[in-house]
């Protein structure tokens, strides 16, 4: 697994506690998931002990979408067995993602970023692959316990109480996805996201995203000036314009703010969004130009459907 | 009656279509009640003929904002028995207003706007004068027929089937905006209305209402350049940001177009909207300088409580 | 028009309010519209000084349908050229009615009753002959100026401020109201009211309309045993068992209480209304057998699709 | 653990997936837990390897509601140190219960059913022994590691996404049930639970708890006579009234079906639940005297506050 930030960090933890041994690959919370090394990790692995590649596709701490057809590519290259499993929270319906096409064996997801709905539903995709390892394995199983989902889905119910309100807001929400068509979505949340870090740059702040290649279109994380405090710059926007963005995790607390641009989002609410941090800016007395919302607007009109 | 714009005509047509005979005052639609010409008139009518005196408080299709204590204080000076009606559609709950203290005798306000509601309820308030006209009065009364609603409002309800949502809704509204306070209401509002026109200065564009004294504080008119339509400006902000402004209506259709301020509106909603605005504008190929979204940030910035 | 009970009363004043003259039929609120009454009269208007025949199709107050054919027969055989105006404000999608194919030239209907939405929303079906007339009319109008509505609605508009929530919830009713058929929905509202005449039979109470050809399907006005009072019973029920049934309104105010089944309905509401007034009349005191809600659930349990 | 019934066996399940052993209690599913089991396993577990005993305060397969205070006594007459744990997903807010003065470490509750919400929010009360113990477990802990949890809360957050939605959803189930005061909810529950009772009675059928002393309050089971398929009743219920009611689970399926009385929840509900069943067993051809729903309404009248 690659610490690719902070929620990398969790299901890192999540996995111990459960009894697993985890090679957790630290990173510098700035680039990705790196092929080479999971090439080169398999290729030792002669014994196979290596039970799963984990990767987060779209590190919500961060900014950081690895590529993940890569990733399968060293994976079979190494010839080896092990699954691969992808956590898509911050990309699903947000960002273009392929569990079949890319051979992904495992894909989380969930309802409260790109679908657009409270949170309280996950999503899981599963190869058949592994679904033949998890009937195998000698993991203690509890809610990863496919098998009595796959029954009960079969015929119309759930093995336990079903969230009935969520899924008639999932059925919206595809319904919503599919008129716009999901290309456009996707376009959509690429062209503000290219907007924000237009901002960024026209402000003289820095993406924490170091990988053009990698920069993240459902949200972006903005690097402080050195002795610059993040959480207080949050602090005093949500206070005077009631907008609540996100605080820096785990070890970039305070050094970085995150901008989210996904789901339900629109030019106009990108526009308020980046005038709101460039008051807050302002007001937290923090080194910058003003041409930031400027600098996306022009970007925002040139760039219309 | 004063021409002060579309609402003042559509409120003479009702009066005339009641049968009621009207003096309309016409105006050049940039300024409100003039208080010298309700004293002049009612000093010329000996006869009493005149029976009352209307204005629209806020012209919700200019922006312009009628003094009202000045025309009752004409009305004094006249010694005239003429009631004072105004019409409070788009400024109730949204600029200062004081159907007492002012002594006003009909007051009509609506759901729609400042109280953040659907449409659906219209708000009278009456004094014992126009009550007393009222049960005299030989006019065609029905949804003006204010005795079945006072008798039956006294032991709580209502003569017909009352919208019993909205007045649930009303609850709430008036427990927000006491929660903010009204005069803070009032603050802020004045607040937006004054970053919007150093949007629309700095853009090089006109506000409709000429005298600085009667400023709406709910929405702003701004006027075209010669030469550009209005409509064709909306048309294009709406298919490409999604955004509804308001029309010219009546003899300024296609010359101006009008920013709405009022109610739950906060500074990034007021950027958002200057935003799509000023993108608007280039799109548009109408010539101005896009300075306004700046300027109306900066105002905000140096003004936050 | 007709006093068929409360409502027809209240247009009648309304229209007088207006500066109409109008001949009023009065009744015994037991019955409807008797169609030879109006034939006699127009075969008697020789100067045609009667401009409308004015019926409400579905009495609120009273729970009489009047058939609306026999109307419009009874003036076709006068060859008289008055319009026929009809209320449908409890009818309308809950009782089977065609404008058109009646031959009524000014058909006016509402959002909240069988169309299930909030008040708010008035609907007008308008004849090409009623239209004509109102260009000529010299009667003040203002709501009824349906010009400036029909002008607007052709390119999508409304003259003024539309309820546009209520809108939205209109195309899902109407959309409701197809999946189930409207033929489906009239015979649903059918069933239930005989289910509920049979209740009141058993349960040794009258109902109030006299004639079975004009039982109401929307509502059951009961009739209370003599000396006691009805609006003491609704009292009792609301209190016990937080459910609000009509009272009686204008001249049988205390002596009936009224059951609606129309709108979104089903059989298990049916059961559970009908419980809480047999309780209700037991707390109450009132004279009765027991046997009324068995006997409407032993009719539904029979007529089941 | 004992087992009560389908919930009873879906925890042991869940323990034994992640790992541990457990001794399963069989039963009849028609009582609940036996205090002198208890203690007479704890009396016998001289060297503490029982580290909890857990039971499910409502059984919502059964409608058994075992008595807890019992348990607690025969545990502290063992003097043995395991935890005592205690589902309360059909009981809380329903019928009474007690954490603390129960001496209960581990209480698991949920948001849908007795607090009216939807399903997303599952709640824990902790007792200092058990947090004691968590935190010196080897047991893989993830969702069960309440540290985050509690370090994150105390400073008003959660460690991970939370269901914002429902929490607002919790403040305002909470303030209605302390505007009802939670005596009156619970005995509430209590009449309609008895009004249940005899209606099941005088239909001739039987309840599946057999204890009185352990009737549940917010749900009753009920077995269906011998030869009849239950869910062959429920399915025609819910075609013919549109009301879905619960199958038998487990080793009861087809055997019972159980009615739910719990959260938001009147006496007309529950007289239109017992209607829809009466007419049910009618249709379903299934033994019964038609005497229940009556047998209900008499005893709901007798009994109103």
């Given at each position: 697994m690659f610490e690719t930030g902070h929620f990398a960090t969790l299901w890192r933890n999540m996995a111990?506690?459960?009894?697993?041994?985890?090679?957790f690959v630290p990173t510098d919370w700035r680039h990705g998931?790196?092929?080479?090394?999971?090439?080169?990790?398999?290729?030792?692995?002669?014994?196979?002990?290596?039970?799963?590649?984990m990767a987060v596709h779209n590190e919500t701490s961060t900014g950081v979408?690895s590529?993940?057809?890569?990733?399968?590519?060293?994976?079979?290259?190494?010839?080896?067995?092990?699954?691969?499993?992808?956590d898509?929270i911050s990309?699903?319906?947000?960002?273009?993602?392929?569990?079949?096409?890319?051979?992904?064996?495992?894909?989380?997801?969930?309802?409260?970023?790109?679908?657009?709905?409270?949170?309280?539903?996950?999503?899981?995709?599963?190869?058949?692959?592994?679904?033949?390892?998890?009937?195998?394995?000698?993991?203690?199983?509890?809610?990863?316990?496919?098998?009595?989902?796959?029954?009960?889905?079969?015929?119309?119910?759930?093995?336990?109480?079903?969230?009935?309100?969520?899924?008639?807001?999932?059925?919206?929400?595809?319904?919503?996805?599919?008129?716009?068509?999901?290309?456009?979505?996707?376009?959509?949340?690429?062209?503000?996201?290219?907007?924000?870090?237009?901002?960024?740059?026209?402000?003289?702040?820095?993406?924490l995203c170091?990988?053009?290649?990698?920069?993240s279109?459902?949200l972006?994380a903005?690097?402080?000036?050195?002795?610059?405090?993040a959480d207080?710059?949050?602090?005093?926007?949500?206070?005077?314009?009631?907008?609540?963005?996100g605080i820096g995790l785990g070890k970039v607390k305070g050094k970085i703010f995150r901008?989210g641009?996904?789901?339900?989002?629109?030019?106009?609410?990108?526009?308020?969004?980046?005038?709101?941090?460039?008051?807050?800016?302002?007001?937290?007395?923090?080194?910058?130009?003003?041409?930031?919302?400027?600098?996306?607007?022009?970007?925002?009109?040139?760039?219309?459907?």
């Amino acid at each position: 697994m690659f610490e690719t930030g902070h929620f990398a960090t969790l299901w890192r933890n999540m996995a111990v506690a459960l009894g697993l041994e985890v090679d957790f690959v630290p990173t510098d919370w700035r680039h990705g998931v790196d092929p080479e090394v999971v090439e080169q990790k398999l290729v030792e692995d002669k014994g196979h002990r290596i039970k799963s590649v984990m990767a987060v596709h779209n590190e919500t701490s961060t900014g950081v979408t690895s590529k993940i057809p890569p990733v399968r590519a060293a994976m079979d290259r190494a010839g080896h067995p092990a699954l691969l499993m992808v956590d898509t929270i911050s990309s699903l319906a947000s960002i273009d993602y392929r569990h079949q096409e890319w051979g992904v064996d495992v894909t989380v997801g969930c309802s409260q970023k790109g679908l657009m709905l409270p949170p309280g539903l996950g999503l899981n995709a599963i190869s058949e692959k592994a679904l033949q390892a998890s009937k195998s394995a000698k993991l203690p199983q509890s809610f990863w316990d496919w098998e009595a989902m796959l029954t009960a889905n079969k015929i119309g119910f759930f093995p336990y109480t079903p969230a009935t309100n969520l899924l008639y807001g999932l059925q919206e929400a595809i319904h919503m996805l599919e008129e716009e068509g999901l290309p456009n979505v996707f376009a959509r949340h690429d062209r503000h996201a290219e907007a924000t870090r237009r901002a960024v740059q026209a402000w003289g702040l820095e993406v924490l995203c170091a990988d053009p290649q990698e920069y993240s279109s459902s949200l972006t994380a903005v690097m402080m000036p050195e002795g610059y405090d993040a959480d207080a710059l949050l602090d005093t926007i949500l206070k005077k314009f009631d907008m609540c963005l996100g605080i820096g995790l785990g070890k970039v607390k305070g050094k970085i703010f995150r901008i989210g641009h996904l789901g339900h989002f629109n030019d106009l609410m990108l526009a308020g969004t980046l005038s709101g941090i460039e008051m807050g800016l302002s007001l937290a007395g923090i080194p910058f130009s003003k041409a930031g919302t400027a600098a996306a607007l022009e970007y925002l009109a040139d760039t219309l459907g």
